[in-house]
């Protein structure tokens, strides 16, 4: 059974990892262990990767129920409040040195958002009201600071002035906006909204919706579009591959969560065409390609877009019942443990492979790689129980 597999998925690899990184010290978790298991305990510490693993410890906990995950998530909540959230401004920093002194002050929505993500799910295993008061309180900086009347803004000084966008900008483009700033706070809004029933936060995700099905989806190419203008227009040939598959469950999730049927099957008619091309196109040699650009396909296999991949065609089969997406979990999920997990001892997944097998000398932990992606996978498989056998 696949959801016994994620299980031991969990108990012996991801979760023993992590909790080997908390920093006693001086709080929160390292930020830095290299491609040779080395640890730089004076590494910055990014604020993004304090949040997806108080995101992933309290998720944990919900899963598990088991009572020592919640001392984790509080390591990564005191850390939170205590160094990562600017009292007087507002909003939360970009990174934070290993002292838990400011190194980047940079506001970017992007962060605003996973800290939201964060907060609501540790309130949602704590009932700890000042999660929920927190949360609420970056939801209201970035409908107030972060977006115009097109859409939501990127990156902002530490004072909420606007400045140009290189944390999400890639491929030689200087992105205003983008569909992944876009999808991460309609999945923060998500969990919010769900723990919250907040109305004025529906009335956003009923927003972001729209923006997607007009804005961003590209239904003549069957693909969303990444990085755009102020207004909201493409910039860049380039079709996401993990980020289309991952962006379709998570707008499923939404709808879900909205319990709106007819905007379920609205949402659909967009989450289905996704999943039926990533699986055409991008499922290749029992896993996902990264991304195409420019009609060029880029045949890495990064950790985190196989990780999307098993849960979103996971979604997809238990939607559809297709076997062929039911076939394409199974055989991701072999791809990922034979391919993807790095089974040195004291390790966890390597950052990605080239299309020959050899893995990236990337460090295994960095400010952008985490228990989010891979933790989540582990626990959508136990939460959604289906057999794919």
């Given amino acids: 059974m696949l959801v016994d597999e994620a299980k031991v998925m969990l108990e012996t690899k991801i979760l023993p990892f992590w909790e080997n990184l908390k920093d006693d010290t001086f709080g929160g978790y390292y930020g830095l262990l290299d491609y040779n298991l080395k640890l730089d305990r004076k590494a910055v510490k990014g604020c993004i990767l304090n949040s997806r693993i108080l995101w992933f410890f309290s998720n944990a906990y919900l899963t598990m129920?088991?009572?020592?995950?919640?001392?984790?998530?509080?390591?990564?909540?005191?850390f939170m409040i205590k160094y990562c959230m600017d009292t007087t401004y507002g909003g939360?920093?970009?990174?934070i040195n290993y002292d838990g002194t400011v190194n980047d002050p940079t506001k970017h929505t992007y962060n605003q958002a996973f800290a939201i993500y964060a907060l609501s799910s540790y309130y949602a295993a704590t009932n700890k009201q000042e999660a929920r008061i927190f949360a609420e309180q970056i939801?209201?900086?970035?409908?107030?600071?972060?977006?115009?009347?097109?859409?939501?803004?990127?990156?902002?000084?530490?004072d909420f002035q606007p400045e140009s966008n290189e944390k999400l900008s890639e491929n030689g483009v200087m992105a205003e906006k983008t569909m992944n700033t876009l999808l991460h706070v309609f999945e923060a809004y998500t969990e919010l909204y769900r723990v919250t029933k907040n109305q004025a936060v529906a009335e956003q995700l009923m927003n972001i919706l729209n923006?997607?099905?007009?804005?961003?989806?590209?239904?003549?190419?069957?693909?969303?579009?990444?990085?755009?203008?102020k207004n909201m227009n493409t910039i860049l040939d380039l079709h996401s591959y993990g980020h289309d598959i991952e962006t379709a469950w998570l707008l499923d999730r939404g709808c879900e969560?909205?319990?709106?049927?007819?905007?379920?099957?609205?949402?659909?008619?967009?989450t289905e065409v996704l999943e039926d091309q990533i699986y055409q196109v991008a499922y290749k040699e029992h896993s996902l390609m990264n991304e195409c650009e420019n009609g060029i396909p880029n045949k890495?296999?990064?950790?985190?877009?196989?990780?999307?991949?098993?849960?979103?065609?996971?979604?997809?089969?238990?939607?559809?019942?297709e076997e062929r997406y039911k076939d394409a979990v199974r055989d991701i999920w072999k791809f990922i443990d034979s391919k993807i997990v790095d089974h040195r001892e004291g390790s966890e997944w390597f950052w990605q492979i080239d299309e020959y097998g050899n893995p990236d000398?990337?460090?295994?932990?960095?400010?952008?790689?985490?228990?989010?992606?891979?933790?989540?996978?582990?626990?959508?498989i136990i939460r959604r129980n289906i057999d794919v056998a």
């Fill in 65 to 78: 129920h088991d009572e020592r995950l919640l001392t984790y998530a509080e390591q990564a909540y005191e």
């Fill in 92 to 95: 939360v920093y970009w990174s």
């Fill in 139 to 158: 939801y209201h900086l970035i409908e107030t600071k972060c977006k115009d009347s097109v859409g939501y803004l990127e990156a902002f000084t530490y």
């Fill in 211 to 229: 923006m997607f099905e007009n804005k961003v989806f590209n239904k003549e190419r069957r693909r969303l579009e990444v990085f755009f203008d």
């Fill in 257 to 270: 969560v909205l319990q709106e049927e007819d905007l379920i099957q609205r949402v659909r008619a967009i």
């Fill in 300 to 321: 890495n296999r990064v950790w985190w877009v196989q990780a999307e991949a098993v849960v979103g065609f996971l979604n997809a089969y238990e939607k559809t019942g």
């Fill in 361 to 380: 000398k990337r460090p295994i932990v960095e400010p952008w790689k985490c228990p989010y992606h891979n933790g989540r996978m582990c626990f959508e």
